[in-house]
């Protein structure tokens, strides 16, 4: 048999499986079997290592197979409440009917656009989302990821600063940051682990300590100082991967006031707080402050498509106007993803999503103290705002193990990636209150398993 043949051969019974509504037992376990075997030999078989620390018995029974309202099934048939949500993807729940309808219905006319013509649902989309944004934010630049969306905004910050402000070629983002991998994320991604072997990264990048203000000010002067003016500050309005980090009350909008003194360029990095998961549509809104930019992805294809976005005002995004190939990317703002996005913003409006993340995040936020009430040994801090919470417990160890039961008991958890000692409560919005007790339970007994 032809190599060509064998792998037809594979192709046709995995299209097969795909086809099905569901799967037999031994569907499901020639599944498991060739997923292990792929991630060993030609994917990355470190994952196979990382996953363990989650999966029941240390074994590698958890093959993801489908998804549907707030949460997972396994390829046996086994059940998981998200509380991940895809590192903050299913803010609309997983496969929300509106959102698949609209991906399906654009597919029965075009999947790609022509890379010459007017796309007309790229300009729709950005004229919906320059109604919801706040402040005078108005130009959109569609990408496919959140890392995509930072590297957007970095050079209309640059392209902006060459044609104002020639001497500015600072950038300062903030201890504990995440802002993607790519090398200009990475730039202003905090974590050492990620940084060194990729070094040197984008120039000109300084990193001040979260929620100080102060220092930031001082950098600001020492750069004008020696003639390295700041082009843009950039930071998350609630840092994720570091740990789930609330801003002093304020912060935020004294940094927008050092920008604006300084004539620098604010960035909002909204990837993972936007689309309503802090409790307001973008987390900006709840000190009332509006940066230059604003970064978008994850939640922003609702679950459904991967589509990011780098909103700016018109001041900023301007530069652009004279060449907008300047930046430009095959497959962001195609119309399957431009569908989703639509789709996803009618619903987060329609279901008034980001109020039920405040209420439901409250609510949340309240039982897991309770519930760690006793477990101050294990437990550092609980902390969050709507439905983005962070569980910090002293140890990385006690971390892992935590995360291991809660596993066990049919929720899907993880860490944050720059402070591997905090896991991340980010479950859909449309998270059930039945759902968030039993969460709260299986928390609880974790908790006091541990202790024994």
């Excluded at 919801?132 to 905004?153: M, Q, W």
């Excluded at 802002?179 to 990264?201: E, N, V």
């Excluded at 307001?280 to 978008?296: R, W, Y």
Aim: aromatic share 8%.
């Amino acid at each position: 048999m032809s190599k060509n043949t064998e792998v037809r051969e594979f192709i046709g019974k995995v299209l097969g499986l795909v086809e099905k509504e569901s799967v037999t037992k031994e569907d499901a376990a020639w599944i498991t079997a060739q997923t292990i075997e792929g991630f060993r030999e030609n994917v990355n078989p470190g994952f196979l290592e990382y996953r363990k620390t989650v999966t029941e018995d240390q074994g590698f029974a958890a093959v993801e197979w489908s998804d549907g309202g707030n949460g997972f099934k396994d390829v046996n048939g086994n059940t998981y409440i998200d509380c991940l949500g895809g590192y903050g993807i299913y803010n609309v729940g997983h496969r929300h009917p509106k959102v698949v309808k609209a991906v399906k219905d654009q597919l029965q006319h075009q999947a790609l656009h022509s890379q010459d013509l007017l796309d007309p649902l790229r300009a729709m989309l950005a004229k919906a989302l320059a109604a919801i944004v706040p402040g005078d934010l108005k130009y959109s630049f569609f990408t496919n990821s959140g890392t995509e969306s930072i590297e957007a905004a970095l050079k209309i910050a640059k392209l902006y600063a060459y044609k104002h402000n020639p001497v500015a070629s600072t950038f300062i983002a903030t201890v504990g940051a995440f802002h993607g991998k790519s090398l200009g994320s990475l730039a202003g991604t905090a974590r050492g682990a990620f940084r060194k072997p990729f070094m040197s990264l984008l120039q000109g990048f300084r990193h001040v300590l979260y929620g100080d203000i102060d220092m930031m000010r001082k950098t600001f002067e020492a750069c004008a100082a020696v003639g390295e003016n700041v082009a843009g500050v950039i930071l998350e309005p609630i840092q994720g991967e570091g740990g789930i980090i609330l801003p002093p009350k304020g912060y935020l909008k004294a940094v927008r006031e050092l920008c604006d003194e300084y004539g620098a360029v604010l960035i909002f990095d909204e990837v993972q707080t936007g689309m309503g998961r802090a409790g307001s549509m973008f987390a900006c809104e709840i000190e009332g402050v509006v940066p230059d930019i604003m970064c978008l992805a994850k939640a922003f294809g609702g679950g459904v498509m991967p589509i990011g976005a780098t909103i700016a005002s018109e001041k900023v995004f301007a530069p652009m106007f004279d060449n907008p190939f300047m930046h430009t990317t095959t497959f962001g703002g195609n119309p399957l993803a431009c569908a989703a996005a639509l789709a996803t913003i009618d619903v987060l409006l329609e279901e008034n999503l980001p109020a039920r993340a405040a209420e439901v995040g409250e609510y949340f936020l309240k039982g897991l103290k309770e519930a760690a009430k006793g477990h101050e040994d294990l437990v550092m801090e609980i902390r969050g705002q709507g439905l983005m919470i962070g569980i910090e417990f002293h140890k990385d160890e006690v971390g892992y193990e935590a995360s291991k039961g809660i596993f066990e008991k049919g929720i899907v958890v993880a860490g944050t990636l720059v402070n591997s000692k905090t896991i991340r409560i980010e479950p859909p919005l449309t998270i059930t209150y039945e759902e968030v007790d039993y969460v709260l339970k299986s928390f609880k007994e974790v908790l006091e398993n541990l202790k024994k």
